[in-house]
């Protein structure tokens, strides 16, 4: 699905790739970079989607794909946009990889332990995830709007 007109219109053009142990050929992760967003990837999950086979979690496989994507997107000056939605925890080497993070306040409270129901709390929980690596927050905030970079 590479060229837009052969692409179904609630899909968008994506480039997948695929981490295969050497060893013995098995897939271990697969990483997903959409070439441009719709609207409900654009609320709802961002330009890039991973998993890692459930056997194979917690080995760094998360860390070095996001390593690589990030080397990639380098090249061809793309930004690294995450939705985490639903919430699933990083690997807190990737933060650093990462330009821009849109989660909504549950999500905030799942990454940073603070939930943003006020002023102060946003401030802070805004404050937490740049110390965590990320370079630009914004975090949803339902009927109130949203924080960007306090």
């Given at each position: ?55 194979e979690r917690r080995k760094g496989y998360a860390t070095e794909m ?42 905030t409270h799942d990454l940073t332990g603070i939930y943003p129901d ?33």
């Amino acid at each position: 699905m590479e060229h837009p007109d052969t692409v179904p219109k609630d899909k968008v053009p994506a480039t997948q790739f695929a981490l295969v142990d050497p060893e013995n050929g098995r897939i271990l992760g697969m990483l997903q970079v959409r070439h441009y967003l719709n609207e409900y990837l654009r609320n709802f999950a961002g330009h890039i989607g991973y998993s890692i086979r459930p056997t194979e979690r917690r080995k760094g496989y998360a860390t070095e794909m996001f390593r690589q994507i990030r080397e990639i997107a380098k090249e061809s000056d793309t930004k690294i946009i995450i939705n985490p939605a639903p919430y699933k925890e990083l690997p807190s080497e990737v933060f650093s990889q990462i330009d821009y993070i849109i989660p909504n306040e549950h999500e905030t409270h799942d990454l940073t332990g603070i939930y943003p129901d006020n002023e102060e709390n946003t401030r802070k929980a805004v404050l937490k995830l740049k110390q965590m690596g990320i370079k630009n927050v914004i975090i949803t905030l339902g009927e109130r709007g949203c924080a960007y970079n306090f």
